[in-house]
């Protein structure tokens, strides 16, 4: 008797399939990079990059 499987199901990209997906995807991706950047520039002492830090932050929630 033979047996009625069902074929393999192609692979199915992962990631955004819509304009969107894509757009939300980068915004994040950019938010992420702002991040690490205020990240960085907070961890150095100078006055003019915990300026920066700040200016950078409220850039992000604003």
Known sequence: MKSKMKPA???????PKTVAGVARTSVADAFAEMVREVATLAANPPAE???AAATLAVAALS
């Not at 199901?9 to 990631?15: I, L, M, V």
Request: no cysteine.
């Open 9 to 15: 199901r192609p692979a199915q990209p992962h990631g």
């Open 49 to 51: 990059n915990l300026i």
